[in-house]
């Protein structure tokens, strides 16, 4: 099956031009030394050495992977377009790919004139961001607008018989727990990787810089724990949202407290930037995947909203234990 792109991949040439260049340099200051500076202090004196050609690798290789997590952004983001809006998003990949190429050609330019430290290279960085982004805010300004249809659209799901259960349950005066979950495969996975990367760079950067390595192996471990996604749970008198292995508790909501209800399309990128832990426009919202969920307003004023993938379920459970429409 082809896969049909909606937004156009010409809107990324400022950061593949970019990076092209850089490989191009590259290339021609081939053969590079065995041995030199690697990595400097914040004054640009080295403090660590190794291999430049490996070095170099890992400048161009995050480059790229920028750029390709850039095009999956903008995709999104045009999937999720219901009209024509500027996607800041898309300058990304020309600010991380202008920033790594930009010291990459500078890190070459050092090596090439054998000097004893590496200032930071701001002037190299200004024209390879600067422009790249300036580049990148133009071709956005003249990106087409095109309308993404899903599929065929499916009508309202017919809850009739489980609320009715719920009623049930709610009459007899026996327990209501309602349970659902978003764990979507890109989150577990991105949960194990990152972790995993981290765990590696803190047992290498252990014997250098110990306090860099604790941190490291701090920021793994709490991605580690954000396996298994979001967990919510409705009962008679709370709605609590947890998250990963531990059920780390995120959101505590009382149902007594609890004054509307709505169930919400939404632009995941366009209305919030993202997916996870999301604040926007006095709302707290909390999803990993899809575009509904069901918004809720407390008599304090503070709004939520819960990430589902059956949002009419999960209204109305809250509904018919709080009694607010939806």
Known sequence: ????????????????????????????????????????????????????????????GLSLGFLLLSTWLDELWARQEKRKTFNWISLFDELAVGDLCGIQIAYLNMLASSAKGFPFPWMILAITCGAAILLAVLLELVRPYRHYQKGPVKGPEDISAFKDGINALIKSGRPVRYRESQNPAYAGALAVIVALVM?????FTWSPIPWLSVLLGIIGISFLLTYGGFRTVVTR???????????????????????????????????????????????????????????????????????????????????????QSY
């Open 199 to 203: 765990f590696v760079s803190a047992y």
């Open 237 to 323: 008198d709370t709605i609590s949202l947890k998250m990963g292995l531990l059920a780390i508790p995120l959101v505590r909501l009382k149902t007594a407290e609890i004054v509307s209800l709505q169930v919400l399309t939404f632009s995941p990128l366009h209305d919030f930037g993202g997916y996870g832990i999301r604040f926007n426009a006095g709302t707290q919202a909390y999803y990993l995947q899809g575009d509904s969920g069901v918004k809720i307003g407390m008599a304090g004023g503070k709004k939520y909203l819960i990430g589902s993938d059956r949002p009419e379920r999960l209204a109305a459970v809250i509904s018919l234990i709080t009694g």
């Open 1 to 60: 099956m082809k896969l049909k792109l909606v937004h156009p991949l010409w809107t990324h040439a400022p950061a593949l031009l970019v990076l092209l260049i850089a490989i191009v340099f590259t290339a021609r200051s081939l053969p590079l030394p065995g041995q030199a500076p690697v990595h400097f202090d914040i004054n640009g004196q080295p403090d660590g050495y190794g291999s430049p050609l490996i070095n170099s690798i890992l400048l161009l």
